[in-house]
């Protein structure tokens, strides 16, 4: 199959991150839970890989726990920091791993929530978040790439904003981490949440929460830490009040490897990432019944076939051409309002390592094949 569903899991992995896991499996231990030799290895390896992953995305003052995937670190970051009565503000561009943790504290009558629009050109007015500040925010989440558009906002003004009025900063880095370079102390990043199975070329079942060390983030999950364990209350201090149960040993082996392989390729990822974006958005643009949706150059090209059955069409490419994309919402569905896509959303193609000059080719002759087809029917 030609694989352009790299948004969803990358399809790329290093050997190295294959050798780790396959090693990690045949040395099953529980880290932090005995004192023989291989558990301490395994506990050992996991304090390296917090240590990698605070390196990549310059992160000096800030603590790491891991989850199973963002989901579950966005759901830390939002639901551990809230505070009753306190405002949030947030984007249309957010993922339902955001936004659906903001409803149910808004819902609850916990927090007020305020929504920032994009702009008609599809950008973010980062004007429009001060401007959504009042003297009950506590806490702005942003997207660090959109999984829709590939629009990055620019976190780095975002988090001056939010220094200057002593609000933290949260963002979503699923999509981002890997394309684009990180810097959480100069972009003043409070929280930031992300996933081993994605850019980073690690396996599925890993994510991580990259958070201040002056942040108190409240557990969501309680049980066995192997600390303290004579206390009926949830440890203090993170990362073990953030991390009951058995951590993913061999997960979080194949992400410490392919963390470090993707910070060792990073020029020629975004090399190869915007040549193959910007050849599939002009040669896509030259059909004349394609709407594009998505930012030239990122690794997401988002378009909808007019007056066809956008599902149908990716069905097409799976059965017969043998292209997997992805079709529908994208667990984004105020940016999809937004941008106007058509009712069911939106075919997303998007790039990862894997890609070649030609199977962009063939991506491109078999929308042109589709879309001359359903235009004589």
């Not at 499996?25 to 390296?48: C, F, L, T, V, W």
């Not at 900063?169 to 409070?190: F, N, R």
């Not at 440890?235 to 073990?240: I, Q, S, V």
């Not at 990432?273 to 910007?278: G, P, Y």
């Amino acid at each position: 199959m030609i694989y352009f569903d790299n948004a969803a899991t990358t399809r790329y992995k290093p050997k190295k991150a294959i050798r780790a896991a396959v090693k990690a499996m045949k040395k099953s231990a529980n880290p932090g839970r005995s004192s023989h030799r291989d558990a301490i290895e395994a506990a050992i390896m996991i304090q390296q890989t917090r240590e990698d992953l605070l390196s990549f995305v310059n992160a000096k003052h800030h603590s790491v726990a891991f989850t199973k995937n963002c989901t579950e670190a966005l759901n830390l970051a939002i639901l551990g920091t809230a505070k009753l009565g306190g405002h949030v503000i947030t984007t249309a561009f957010e993922h339902n791993s955001v936004l659906r943790p903001l409803y149910m504290l808004k819902k609850e009558g916990l927090i007020a929530l305020t929504i920032v629009e994009p702009t008609k050109s599809g950008t973010l007015d980062v004007h429009a978040i001060e401007r959504a500040i009042n003297e009950k925010t506590y806490l702005i989440c942003v997207t660090g790439m959109s999984n829709v558009t590939g629009y990055a906002p620019p976190l780095s003004e975002i988090g001056e904003i939010a220094s200057k009025h002593g609000i933290l900063l949260s963002v979503d880095g699923a999509q981002s981490l890997g394309h684009i370079p990180t810097d959480m102390e100069k972009c003043g990043i409070d929280l930031l949440a992300g996933a081993g199975h994605k850019s980073l070329h690690g396996a599925s079942g890993t994510g991580f929460l990259v958070f201040n060390k002056k942040i108190f983030v409240n557990p969501i999950n309680y049980g066995g830490t192997g600390t303290e364990s004579d206390n009926l209350r949830q440890p203090f201090y993170p990362p073990e009040s953030l991390e009951s149960g058995t951590l993913n040993t061999v997960g979080i082996a194949a992400l410490k490897e392919g963390l470090l392989w993707t910070k060792d390729h990073f020029s020629s990822i975004e090399e190869k990432t915007k040549k193959l974006s910007c050849f599939l958005h002009e040669e896509l643009g030259k059909i004349g019944r394609i709407n594009l949706y998505s930012v030239p150059g990122s690794p997401i090209v988002t378009f909808a076939l007019k007056e066809a059955n956008n599902a149908e069409v990716t069905d097409r490419l799976n059965e017969e051409f043998g292209i997997g994309v992805r079709y529908g919402l994208h667990c984004a569905p105020l940016i999809h309002k937004a941008i106007g896509s058509p009712k069911g959303g939106a075919i997303r193609a998007s790039i990862g390592f894997n890609n070649s000059k030609r199977n962009a080719e063939a991506l491109v002759r078999a929308i042109q094949t589709i879309a001359r087809d359903t235009e004589s029917t």
